[in-house]
């Protein structure tokens, strides 16, 4: 039975996954909860880098899958396939925020507004809601935090330290367009026509720089189209899977 891993994106959980799990019945599907969300739970305060993630993900598979991810979970199977090529079959990214691939005088500009996110203000008894609203509104435009259902602020909230300390780590990774090109497994690219300026720079160069991506972008579509489009993404999703 083919496997498939599937990757949720920093604040939110590995339901974000039911539906295309539901699409690929035939598949050992795997979604797994990253540290810090759902069963899985990090200490508030404690340091963490992406690749602890990375390295939970490699000690789940025992065959290779086909990976698929959205944003920080897309950064997670790149660096999944790096780190582990032989687990990797084929890659499904909806904008991973690979943020390293802008290397180039001419992407300073888009390095500058990745690197506006400040340090979260730790704090036992209350989550920095400021610096969530600012992450929230960075990736949706402004009032998307207001806009936010109780329950969903809530849930940020209670993972702002690890979602935090994921942004600081993928802040600052300097994986660059030569080391992704060493990824030969066949890739689908995804992004979205009104995602942030510096995500649709990484989407276009990460396309270009894999030797075997196909670029998909959805002109009327944002970043969280894996959720608010479920769908048509995973539609895309599983001609990938099928095609590979």
């Known amino acids: 039975m083919t496997a498939v891993l599937a990757i949720h994106s920093g604040g939110f959980s590995s339901r974000q996954w039911r539906k295309l799990a539901a699409s690929l019945a035939s598949c050992r599907v795997h979604t797994p909860d990253l540290i810090g969300y759902g069963a899985r739970p990090w200490p508030g305060g404690e340091p963490f880098h992406f690749r602890q993630d990375v390295e939970m993900l490699a000690s789940l598979l025992d065959e290779p899958a086909h990976v698929v991810g959205h944003s920080y979970g897309g950064l997670l199977a790149l660096q999944l396939a790096l780190a582990r090529p032989d687990l990797v079959r084929s890659l499904a990214l909806y904008e991973p925020v690979a943020f390293g691939i802008l290397d180039e005088s001419s992407d300073q500009a888009a390095r500058d507004e ?131």
């Open 114 to 244: 990745v690197a506006g996110f400040r340090p979260y203000r730790f704090d036992p008894a209350a989550p920095d809601e400021d610096w969530l609203r600012g992450f929230i509104e960075w990736w949706q435009g402004a009032g998307a935090w207001d806009r936010l259902a109780p329950e969903t602020k809530d849930a940020f909230r209670a993972v702002g330290w690890k979602l935090s300390e994921e942004v600081a780590s993928l802040v600052a990774d300097r994986t660059d367009r030569a080391t992704y090109a060493t990824i030969t497994a066949p890739t689908l690219v995804l992004g979205g026509g009104r995602s942030p300026a510096a995500e649709q720079a990484v989407v276009r160069k990460l396309a270009a720089a894999l030797p075997n991506a196909t670029l998909r972008v959805f002109p009327e579509l944002g970043h969280m189209a894996p959720i608010t489009h479920a769908a048509e993404i995973n539609a895309a999703i599983v001609d990938h899977i099928s095609r590979s």
